[in-house]
């Protein structure tokens, strides 16, 4: 439940930029999250034995980087606005 958010962040991301036009940067955050997701999997569920909450963990720990990232770039945000018109 604690990861809710972080998913409903990474679709509203997801909904911005095919709403702008951008539907490469779109395939690409979504390439950059399933290879993280497989292997912080491989860390979470196999080496550190934690189940089905270790691949939620994984998948949160994901999004959050991401959104991170895209707020530590937040000029980033303007040019792709603005370059959409």
Known sequence: M???PL???VW???GFFNGIG???ITLRITAIIAVLNVLLNQLMVVDL???V???AWATGICALGLMLLL???SGAWR???LSAH
Do not use: D, F, Q
């Open 2 to 4: 604690l990861g809710a």
């Open 7 to 9: 998913g409903v962040a």
């Open 12 to 14: 509203s991301l997801l």
């Open 22 to 24: 951008r539907p490469t």
């Open 49 to 51: 034995r934690l189940g």
């Open 53 to 55: 909450a270790g691949s």
């Open 71 to 73: 707020r530590w770039r």
């Open 79 to 81: 040019r792709i606005a």
